[in-house]
């Protein structure tokens, strides 16, 4: 089936769902949502109970969007020293010590994730303004 969207139009997909037992149970969690800031995620819930053979189901409360960061403040742990060096088509992030580093766009596309070394780590970008993440450190900077 295809469907051309008007300009403002907004569609959804359900990604995933979860089925929430027991009187003790009043949250949930999804860990593994796609990594991508500028995505808008919302739920929907419903309560039932089963009586003898009998399903009783509530009415679907309205679609709730949760909101979703769109930024990153930027933080430092002590003892954790991250320089980045931007060339012309190139940056360089300087760590102390081996970790994963995440760079994305401003629409929270990610553009670069690698396992970066001790000392220098060269990546390739094109010029514009970056979220980057290593561990606990996030912040913005621009590749000229």
């Given at each position: 089936?295809?469907?051309?969207?008007?300009?403002?139009?907004?569609?959804?997909?359900?990604?995933?769902?979860?089925?929430?037992?027991?009187?003790?149970?009043?949250?949930?969690?999804?860990?593994?949502?796609?990594?991508?800031?500028?995505?808008?995620?919302?739920?929907?819930m419903s309560a039932y109970a089963v009586v003898g053979d009998d399903l009783y189901q509530s009415q679907w409360t309205e679609?709730?969007?949760?909101?979703?960061?769109?930024?990153?403040?930027?933080?430092?742990?002590?003892?954790?020293?991250?320089?980045?060096?931007?060339?012309?088509?190139?940056?360089?992030?300087?760590?102390?010590?081996?970790?994963?580093?995440?760079?994305?766009?401003?629409?929270?596309?990610?553009?670069?994730?690698?396992?970066?070394?001790?000392?220098?780590?060269?990546?390739?970008?094109?010029?514009?303004?970056?979220?980057?993440?290593?561990?606990?450190?996030?912040?913005?900077?621009?590749?000229?």
């Open positions: 089936m295809t469907q051309t969207l008007s300009k403002g139009d907004r569609f959804s997909y359900n990604y995933d769902y979860t089925l929430v037992e027991g009187r003790r149970t009043n949250s949930y969690t999804f860990t593994d949502l796609p990594k991508a800031w500028g995505d808008q995620f919302a739920f929907r679609l709730t969007e949760v909101p979703v960061p769109s930024n990153i403040d930027n933080t430092r742990r002590e003892n954790q020293e991250i320089k980045v060096i931007s060339y012309p088509g190139n940056t360089i992030i300087r760590l102390l010590v081996p970790q994963e580093i995440i760079i994305s766009d401003l629409q929270g596309r990610i553009v670069a994730q690698v396992q970066g070394v001790e000392g220098d780590n060269s990546i390739s970008l094109k010029q514009g303004i970056y979220l980057l993440r290593c561990g606990n450190h996030c912040q913005k900077f621009i590749c000229r």
